[in-house]
């Protein structure tokens, strides 16, 4: 039985290749700074979008057939699982990453949707074994179900606030039982349309606490991986408290959260923040948040998440420098978040589509190294601040400068003598390096 008759194991062809179903950069057994491409990269099949959206939007009914020609609720998740596992075999992609609502049907009963979803899991752990895949990452779907209209760990309702944190125990327990290094928050509906019915106070110190029950869950039955929040600045509500890396950041301080989790950052969220992809990987890799990515891109002509596979090796190439500067992943990976265009239907374009995005990383990942060992840039950044190495600039540095010394030692040195910042000459180190 195959799902995706049309091709076999994805292989490397090199750049050469026009054989649409190869890979033209990616070649995972290819070692670059000591490990293989694979390693670096982490790639991970999204169960939401890879095996389950239908690709409806406001305007129109889905465009793709997710029965996988059954009929029962669970007969057709158990075909996900097949399909699935068939589709990351033939990828040579190692990590998944799910919510719970998107391996199982939802019972008329929490006690129903709790065994469809310990069902599964058992069904994906006895597929997982004498294969190399394993799970990057669980997360609950608190997001869709009605009852989460007015958020979930930010509800005004303290019955839906028991409802999200009882699902977030089993998807908890599924992450565990699947070996799963990471646990994400996303916050679709934490947050608000309207602060006129909003006690903002309330509602944070709440999303707090439950993240704070699912820290002291996990850690009591053994998880030792990492916690992550995805940063997203709106839709569904039109303003979410998880806006960006640093609101994050923040909020995790604040509330003593910050050694238990890390950031897992998506570049068509960046986008929509208002930032770049790579700005909201330094933001988390110089306060020590790096955890994660959620591979994707916008559109530059929309304003919203239309969670497209990444061509843009530019931005990969930044991301990618970004990832090598934090010394790479350990428990986090490189999720494709994104979906196929409504028009693109069939199975086939699902693995076009990844063909695309792991080429555009791979790509990616050789030129930040190539960038890395050209030198160009990071000698001028290092050199842009020199004026710290020494005199005064040593002093402020060491903490001996004070408003006093700084005014005498203008008084006596007058007008600073300023460099150029030379962007279009970094800009065009870049250009040569991606074209070369
Ligand atoms: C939504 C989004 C989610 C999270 C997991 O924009 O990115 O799919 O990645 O809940
Ligand atoms: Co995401």
Redesign the pocket.
Known sequence: MTYFPNFGKIKYEGQGSKNPFAFKFYDADRIIDGKPMKDHLKFAMSW?HTLCAVMADPFGAGTIDRSYGKTDPMDIARAKVDAGFEFMDKLGIEYFCF?DMDIAPEGKTFAETKKNVQEIVAYIKSKMEGTNIKLLWG?ANLFNNPRYMHGAGTSCEADVFAYAASQIKNAIDATITLGGKGY?F?G?REGYETLLNTNMAIELDNLARLMKMAVNYARSKGFDGDFYV?P?PKEPTKHQYDFDSATVIGFLRKYGLDNDFKLNI?AN?ATLAGHTFEHELRVARINGFFGSI?ANQGDEHLGW?TDQFPTDVRTATCAMYELIKAGGFTNGGLNF?AKVRRPSFTFDDLALAYISGMDTFALGLIKAYEIIEDGRIDSFVLDRYKSYKSGIGAEIMNGTATLESLEEYTLKNGEPKVESGRQEYLESILTQVLYR
């Open positions: 939401w919510h997360t994400v996303w679709g995805e997203k998506e969220h959620d998440d978040d």
